[in-house]
C-alpha cells in the first residue's frame, strides 16, 4: 500500500481553515518575542529521523506477543512500512537495518524500492547477542569480550560483514550494542572483558571505509543483570577515543539508570565533539522502549535544549543520527511511531524557541528564576501548529493519525499480507 499525496492533500483541506487561524496566532505570539517562526519550521522539515526496521512488528516482552496483524514479513514490507509513516510525517526518511535479521537478497531492487519511498539507509546495526542458526561459536559469554578467541573473531569478521552490507545499500555508519557482561560477581574479569573489547573494535574500527562512522551504544544493564562491558557513557567514550576520530558515542534514551542527568551527558558529549548517535523512546522503569514523551516529556525537551545548543555551538560535533529505537507491545507500530515522531518534533520545536543567549545572559547573572521562567515559557508553549505547518510545506498530513485511521490503513495492510505474518526482529 502507498499513500499518495493527493490524499493526504484531500485529508488536509478539512482543517486547513482552524490550521491557519493557529498558525497566524502563535506566529504573531512568537513573531513578538523575537522568534524567527519561518527558520524553526524550516528546521522542524530538515529534521529526519530513521525508523529501525525491528520496531515495525510487535516487540512482545519475555512473558508474550501479542500480533496486531499485518505485520511486515519481509525487508521490502518494512520499507513500505517506513514509506507509510514517511509520507505521513514527512520526517522519516531512512531506515536503520539490524543484520543479519535484514539481509536485502536483491540490493539493486531494494535501493530502488527505498529511493521510490523517498527512504535512505541510516546505520546499520550489528547481532551479537543472539545465536545465529549454524553458527560455529556461541555467544552465551559474550561476543568482543568473550574469552575465547575463536568467538571474539566471529563477532569481529560479523561487524566486517554488515559493513559490506551497508556499504552496498549507502549507509554510512555502523552502530555497534553489546550485550556482553556477567550476570553474577566473580564471573568475569573486568579489566580483561574490557580490554578484549577494546581490542575487537578497534579491528572492526580498522575494516571502517573513509567516510563511514562507528556509533558505540552503552546500556547499564539486560540481558546481564551485574555488569555490562559498555555500562556508561564515559565506557563508551573512552573506547571511541581509543578507536579513533570516526568513532563516537551512541545515547539511548532507555539506557540510564532512573533520574540520570542525560542532557549533560550529551552536553559534555558534544563539547567533546563526540556524540554520534541518538536512540529515542521513553521508560518508566528501566530500558522500557515505549513511546517517546509519553513519561517524561519535560526530560526529552531538557535534552533538546541542549542538543540545539550543541548544534549551534559545537562545530567540532558532526552531524547527528537521529534513530527511533522503540518497541510496541500492544499498541500498532505504526501508530506508535507517529506518536513518537510528534513528541521528537514537539521537543524540539519548543527547544527552538528558547533565546540562547538571553539564557546565557541569565546564566552569567545567576539570574536563577529567569533562566527557569526561560525553560518553561517554552516548553509551556504549544508549538503544534509548527509542526504541522512544517509537515503542510513538505505535503505531508497535518493529522498523520487521523489520516492513518481514516485511510483504514492497517485494515488495507491485513488485507495485502494477511494476518498472521510475523516480523523479524526481537
Ligand atoms: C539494545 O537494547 C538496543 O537499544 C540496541 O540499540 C539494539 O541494537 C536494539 O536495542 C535492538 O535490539
Ligand atoms: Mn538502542
Known sequence: MRIEASSISAQNEKHLKVHQRNFDFLT??????????EQIVQKLSNFQVAIPSWALGAGGTRFGRFSFHGEPSSLEQKIDDVGLIHALTQTAGAISLHIPWDIPSDYTQIKQHASSLGISFDAVNSNTFQDQKNAKESYKYGSLSNTSKNVRQQAIDHNI???KIGEKLGSKSLTVWLADGANFPG???FQTALQHTQDSLKQIYRALPEDWKMFIEYKPYEPNFYSTVIQDWGTSFMLANECGEKAYTLVDLGHHLPNTNIEQIVSTLMYKGKLGGFHFNDS?????DITVGSIKPYALFLIFNELVYGMENNPQNPDLAW???ASHNIKDPLEDLIQSLEAIQEAYAKALLID???LRKAQENNDVTKCQEMLQEAFRTDVRPL???SRLKSNGALHPLEVFRTLKVREELIHERGKNTVATGL
Request: aromatic letters at 4%; glycine letters at 6%; proline letters at 0%.
Open 161 to 163: 560483514d554488515v559493513i
Open 284 to 288: 518508566k522503569y528501566g530500558d522500557d
Open 387 to 389: 509542526i504541522q505547518q
Open 187 to 189: 564471573q568475569s574479569n
Open 323 to 325: 534513530m527511533i529505537d
Open 28 to 37: 504573531q505570539n512568537l513573531s513578538e518575542k523575537g522568534c524567527d517562526v
Open 356 to 358: 540562547q543567549d538571553a
